[in-house]
């Protein structure tokens, strides 16, 4: 069964910083797909970016980028230009064919962004 | 174009009742997923559907717990006869359609069984 481990429970950060939120997988498949959610406090669960396992180019949005190492299994995710908006529950998410387009979910981080 | 609607938003049950929650798929979306969040966890995927078929029902509880995606109308997931570790959040999603790995999340419904 494929899992997501997200090592860090809460990390923080200074307004306008820049913070790395780090993320491993464990699959035996070779296409998959990664994405991380946002979860503000008012729960909403937001599409913050999402990178397909066949593409080497790492994914961009805006402030927003990843780091994909795919022999590692590692999936990081970098927040740049801190925003005290970005302040929310981040969560590592992962799908592959062959579990039908069901996502797994890592335990997630919780990010302070500090004034 | 409205997002993913679920409804109701804040649900407070009895145990042994039923709870009933409700999710309207984002337009042109055929595919709904349900997952459960507990209180300081990940989500949870519970079960995936299409209309008038349930697709995975891997993570569904065995017992109490159904699902389903009519024709026409939103999906349902009930659970019945509460108990007090259902409480939780559930969330919908829904994406277009079949290899469409994009979900979109509704805002979730808060069960909270007294």
């Known amino acids: 069964a494929q899992t997501v481990t997200q090592s860090q429970p809460e990390m923080s950060v200074q307004e306008a910083e820049t913070v790395t939120l780090s993320c491993t997988y464990d699959?035996?498949?070779?296409?998959?797909?990664l994405f991380w959610y946002k979860q503000p406090p008012s729960r909403q669960m937001i599409l913050v970016i999402r990178q397909e396992a066949y593409k080497q180019q790492n994914a961009t949005e805006n402030r927003f980028s990843v780091n994909f190492q795919k022999a590692a299994k590692s999936f990081s995710l970098k927040i740049s230009d801190s925003q005290l908006g970005d302040t929310a529950m981040y969560f590592c998410a992962f799908t592959q064919e062959t579990s039908g387009s069901r996502l797994t979910f890592g335990e997630g981080t919780q990010l302070t962004v500090n004034p | 174009n409205a997002g993913v609607m679920q409804n109701p938003r804040h649900l407070v049950r009895r145990r042994g009742q039923e709870a009933r929650l409700r999710c309207s798929p984002m337009k042109g979306h055929s595919h709904v997923y349900w997952y459960r969040q507990l209180p300081e966890e990940g989500l949870k995927f519970m079960v995936y559907?299409?209309?008038?078929?349930?697709?995975?029902e891997s993570g569904m509880p065995k017992e109490r717990f159904s699902a389903e995606f009519p024709k026409e109308g939103p999906s349902i997931l009930r659970i019945q006869q509460v108990v007090r570790g259902d409480s939780a959040a559930y969330f919908c999603?829904?994406?277009?359609?079949?290899?469409?790995?994009?979900?979109?999340f509704g805002p979730g419904t808060r069960l909270t069984v007294t």
């Open positions: 559907l299409q209309k008038e078929n349930i697709i995975d």
């Open positions: 999603a829904s994406s277009q359609g079949y290899r469409q790995y994009e979900q979109y």
């Open positions: 699959t035996s498949e070779s296409n998959y797909y």
